[in-house]
């Protein structure tokens, strides 16, 4: 029996089309995210040629004086992209995944963004996430729409009724046939993207594998229950795509606009016009009061005081301080919007799979924006750590030659997620469940 | 051909499918949404309106408040560009989600437009934004579909068709006539829709040309008019072709996914991998090799500013910058920005470029795919689309270019050639000076610009549309009625 429902599977046309498609589209989406891996890695690669070069120059052009070279000086910290992130590019195309910054006021130069085009950026990625979350459903839904409804509709299933064999059973046999080569055509797609994105078997790899399955089988449930309803293939055909359109195109779009105009981030430009205002007033007002701030944050600087006429990098650094310490109250509300956002849509995604199947990729493949924000944390880190160091070179002005210019490369910063599968999986398997109890219940009352 | 079949037959389509039970539900609902995203957008847009225009008036005053000060100074202390938003965007927001919304313009350098809503914003901005157009080309071709699938195919199974064509109905006037019908049905959605549209000149005071405004909308309306004719008469053709309604709706979803999903997306995938544009660190990079080449006005040594030095000591017939009638390094500075913009922007102008190469296989597959030629037209004419954006960003460094060397003239004329530093009350210019620094006044592109930039996206709609009526006019025979 299993063998002429496999024979009758492979005879249609529709399953060679949704393989050919998905196919071409995976192999297309895979190289898509090698393609983006590979110019990031180009530009890291380019980055740290770039600082040696960029540090001998200035070295060379002011090694009478370490303050000025240090006006100069920029130091690269790199988000390095995993490779899964070829498979969820998530919002890592939007964010720069390099800093270049100088230890003067970071405010002004953390949010500065990478080249990318815009046109590209509205359209979105063709990655293997966006093809497992919009177009494997609309296959499952072309596979079983009509599974049922079609015999019905041929004549067939009355043979089928009359051969004695449980209906229930053959139904099921239909669909896992179809579950199964769902399945395949996935798991080539996942070795694929192994092998030419150079995935490591981590954890991440395989919840990313997990909550894909899931994620189908959501799939697969939801159809089982529009099937056992008993309609026409047509109806099913229109009940099924009005889910998906609901589910997958309209919901998430209804979604982020009431998180983006719940949550405007104004704050952004009040905050960037605070921190270049609080810098730039230093210049005309009390230099002792701008140096009672500056020693109140760093304590064991207070010993190199600034005389009150003349200019000197103590205090020019010291009103670079000003621009980001003061502006803080206008970074943590923005800060805080963000956060907000993350949650809100975290939240609410837990309700509708494809918006949580896109997160949690996002959050693995450590490509969201709560990445990007632990980012510029690190960032603002590092920069201290610049900071900390050459401070006292400064304010000592010690000779230029007597730093080890050679160990500034650039720094990696190191990303964790904090995923975790269970709460992950659990809104969608109990949605799945829910739907495949009350398709059986159906199914036996008729 | 009679007139008066067509007619009837629309009527009788319009008539059925007007009674359907399905139909008054998905009309509330669709006509519900659009209540919601208008009114949505517009608070959005006013939010967003009173946010930039509160932040430049900020940035403003606390440049005017700047006290004297020496002028490179303020030319550090430098300007916000806010990019103000076109009131056309409550209905197609383009691709305004990703373009900055802050540049900082100063002196020498020449800085991103940061702070865009997708940098602040989670994965789920991927999915796309909610407006009114979104409705427009993605939501409501598939109602169509639903609609219009089994026009003719469901005639075809129920043997109804072979009783018109006895009664001497052609095939000619049965696919013009249920053409017409569902465009009448589908007016009943995209009314409303172009109505909400033309609510935004109403109510518009937003200092705009309002004329220019209107153009704008009457040629939205217009796109879109056509676009929905070529719709429906594809939906029938499809229907009369196919040989049953479930093939008729596979056939359209399938169209449906693959020109407006992915032929999109492909293109766009494949114009960025034929043509890559720099990263930030090469193009930094090529920016600063050009200008040690031409020369580094930073640079003490350097021989290109050392020669027009010597230069300018033999004109005025003295040995030292320091007897020359105005500030050197003011005089400096201004040659450097000089030079150094120039070398930006003939970059900027590369990747510009290399950008719109990497648009043009979208651009150009507009003359097979009516929705992109819809998307395209939409979101230039309601002034969100990509040239807009680079008008603003060449704006923007067009503003910052003349600011700088405002600044630096002011150092030239009034500051004294022996000042060796910024510091302090001595080397400044009176604040008179910064608030008659002209504001940074943004500019739309023009409606003339947007249509010539679009000719071809105008062209591709016309031609879709006389190509679909032909089909349906001189190639009706090729439709089997069995």
Known sequence: MYKLLIKQFFRSKTVLLAFGILMLLGILGISTGKQFLNQKQTAIEKTTEKQRKHIENQVHLHKDDIGLLLYYLKFSFINNLQPTAGIAIGQSDVNPHIQNVKILNLEGQKYDTDLVNPMRLQVGNLDLSFLIIFLFPLVIIALNFNILSEEEENGTWKMVTLQGKSTFQYLIMKLSIRLVFVSIVLAVLFILAKVILSIPFSSDFINMIIISYIYIFFWFALCFFVIILRNSSNTNAITLLTSWLVLVVFLPVLVNNYITNKYPVGEALSMTIKQRDEYHKRWDTDKQETMKKFYAHYPQFSKYKVEDKGFSWVWYYAMQQMGDDESKLERSQMYDKIEKRAELSKQIAQFFPPLQIQLSMNTIANTSLAQHVKFLNATSDFHERKRLDFYPRIFENENVNSVDWKNYKPEFFKAENNFSLIKTIIPILLLTLILLGSSLLIHFRK | MKKSVVILIAKQFFKKTFNSKGLMALLTIFLLVLIYVTVDGWNAFEANHHTIEHHQDKARKSWEDNPDKHPHRMAHFGTFAFRTQHPLRIFDSGIESYTGNSIFLEAHRQNTANFSEASLSTGLVRFGDLNIAMLLQLILPLIIFFIGYAAISSEKESGTLKIYYTQGVTMKELLLGKSLGLFLIVALFFIPALLALWSIALVDDFHLENAAVLVRIILISICYIIFYAILC??????????????????????????????????????????????????????????????????????????????????????????????????????KGEEQTALIYNQEQDKLIKSYKNQNSITNGLVIFNPYLAIKNLSMSLSGTDFTTYVGFLNQTEKYRYKQSQYMNELQMKFISNKATTSEGKVHVVGQEYWKSAPKFEYQFLSVSKTIKNQLFAFVSLFVWFIVSCIIMIKFSNRFKII
């Open chain 2, 233 to 334: 008469s594809l939906t029938i053709i499809i229907s009369g072709r196919s040989a049953n309604s479930n093939k008729a709706l596979l056939s359209l979803l399938g169209g449906w996914l693959l020109f407006f999903v992915i032929i999109p997306k492909t293109s766009q995938v494949v114009g960025n991998s034929i043509y890559p544009n720099l990263s930030k660190i090469e193009f930094r990079a090529e920016v600063e090799e050009e200008v040690s080449k031409k020369g580094d006005s930073h640079d003490p040594n350097d021989p290109h500013f050392n020669k027009l030095r010597d230069s300018i000591l033999k004109v005025y017939n003295v040995t030292d910058v320091k007897d020359l009638p105005f500030n050197y390094s003011g005089f400096l500075m201004s």
